[in-house]
């Protein structure tokens, strides 16, 4: 492939050098202006997330923790609980637990641990984060 000149015919010295060391210059600029650039935007993109919670070991957060719903001891029977029982299941707030009794209220019930993901807010994570918990057991069995 043929390149075209970067200096007119004539124009610096007459052997090309001067065109060939500016050309090489202004590759190693760009090329450092684009490191600069791509560090920049990952110290950015790094500086967004999320900090990780800090632990609160005073008597006033132990107190707090404490208060704090544990997961169920067992199994929760998802197809008969209450809004406070699923609220106990990790990572369910009470905004989660109504939305899965609405579901369990317009669908019936649950078969698989699978129709969860139904649920607005359960997706694979959450449901993997709950799935041992979960008892699917049919209403009214023993």
Same mark, same amino acid.
């Given at each position: 492939?043929?390149?075209?000149?970067?200096?007119? $015919? @004539?124009?610096?010295?007459?052997?090309?050098?001067?065109? *060939?060391? /500016?050309?090489?210059?202004?590759?190693?600029?760009?090329?450092?202006?684009?490191?600069?650039? #791509?560090?920049?935007?990952?110290?950015? $993109?790094?500086?967004?997330? #999320?900090?990780?919670?800090?632990?609160?070991?005073?008597?006033?957060?132990?107190?707090?923790?404490?208060?704090?719903?544990?997961?169920?001891? @067992?199994?929760?029977?998802?197809?008969?609980?209450?809004? /406070?029982?699923?609220?106990?299941?990790?990572?369910? @707030?009470?905004? +989660?637990?109504? $939305?899965?009794?609405?579901?369990?209220?317009?669908? @019936?019930?649950?078969?698989?641990?699978?129709? +969860?993901?139904?649920?607005?807010?359960?997706?694979?994570?959450?449901?993997?984060?709950? *799935?041992?918990?979960?008892?699917?057991?049919?209403?009214?069995?023993?």
């Amino acid at each position: 492939m043929k390149r075209k000149p970067l200096l007119k $015919a @004539g124009a610096g010295r007459h052997d090309g050098s001067a065109s *060939r060391l /500016e050309a090489e210059n202004w590759r190693q600029w760009l090329g450092v202006a684009a490191l600069v650039l #791509a560090l920049g935007v990952c110290l950015l $993109a790094t500086r967004d997330r #999320a900090k990780p919670e800090r632990r609160d070991f005073t008597a006033g957060g132990l107190a707090q923790s404490l208060e704090t719903p544990a997961p169920p001891a @067992g199994t929760l029977r998802v197809n008969e609980a209450e809004l /406070e029982e699923l609220i106990q299941l990790p990572g369910v @707030g009470e905004t +989660l637990a109504q $939305a899965i009794l609405d579901e369990r209220k317009k669908n @019936g019930a649950f078969h698989y641990a699978e129709d +969860l993901m139904a649920v607005k807010g359960i997706g694979p994570a959450k449901l993997s984060q709950i *799935r041992s918990y979960l008892d699917l057991g049919e209403e009214g069995e023993d």
